[in-house]
Each structure stands twice: as structure tokens, then as C-alpha cells.
């Protein structure tokens, strides 16, 4: 068997405390053969990182065939005031690393058949997009990614785009069109 070294710090104000189970039962801890850091519940990484959740309070008009920034003026979260749900309606985390954007856009084109996409956009262009068709004057269609944001100056956005005959809109309500984003893993 390998001996085990634990190792206090120099200035003695750390305590590393390794306590057996409550039980009789042994428990086993294997650590990987490699360098790194332990995670644990306490840890501040990604799984304290920002987070947001923003619908809208009501229907949103917009111009057919037009891209759109969706105005997700309802926070339902928003643990690090990192989301502006008032003037530009976007997501500028202050934690590097790698976020997982989501939304889904709701329309309704006064029944008519239309076409509809979602895209994200990041400091102001496109990244990625998605759609569909829909015969029934309403559909919704969504889009999740993941994406890579600086912590300074890099922001998401959420888009739409509908195309139809008849005054189209983003439907709002708070299971309707969302816009979602967070800190899966740091830079």
C-alpha cells in the first residue's frame, strides 16, 4: 500500500480535517492520477456562476421578414444582475468561460401559413440560427448553444424572425417565448 502525505500550510491558519464514515462500513476516495483541483459542494465554480431567465409580459410586434431582438422584459431570475431586462435586453456575464444559451420564440401570424427563425447573437452578430414552418397562423421554434464569453465585454442576444402577410408578433406570457443563459464551465 502507498503511504499518504497530508501536508498543512506554512502559516499553520489552514485545517485539513479527513474523518472517517458515522458507519462500520469502509469507504474508498480515489483520486485520478493527475493534477488538479477538487471540486466540492463549496466550490465557487461554474455551478455559482451567472444565470438568467426572462420572458415577456406581453406580445411584441414585429416587422415581417425582419430579424428582431426579442424583448424579454420579465426576469424570472437573475442571480448576478448580469441580464438588462429594461433597455437592450441582453445577457453580459462578468465570469469568463463557457455559457449555455437557450430560447424559444412563440408567433402568431393572424392565420396564416409563415415561417419563422430563432438565432442568437453575440456583441451584435449572428452565431447560430434555427426554424421552421407552421400552417396554423401560431408555431414557436428554439435554439440552444453553447458559447464562449470573455466575462468583460462579450453579450447574447436572442432574435426572431417571422415571415407572413398578416402583422406577425413574438408571444408573450411566462410559458411562451423565453430567453435563458448559464455558467457551465469556466474559461
Known sequence: MSAISIQGNAGGTGT???????TNTN?????PDNTGTLL????TF???????SATMSGNQSVTTATFTKVQANTEEFDTNSNYDNTTNYRFTPLIAGYYIVNG???SSSGGTQSSQLIAIYKNGSEVKRSG????????SVGISLIISLN????YVELYGLVTSASSPVFVGGSTRTTFQAFLARSA
Request: aromatic share 6%.
Open 16 to 22: 485539513l480535517t479527513v474523518a472517517a464514515p458515522s
Open 27 to 31: 469507504r474508498t476516495l480515489t483520486l
Open 46 to 52: 461554474a455551478g455559482t456562476g451567472p444565470a438568467f
Open 104 to 106: 424559444v420564440i412563440a
Open 40 to 43: 466540492s459542494t463549496g466550490s
Open 151 to 154: 466575462g468583460t465585454t462579450d
Open 132 to 139: 421552421g414552418d407552421y400552417s396554423s397562423g401560431q408555431g
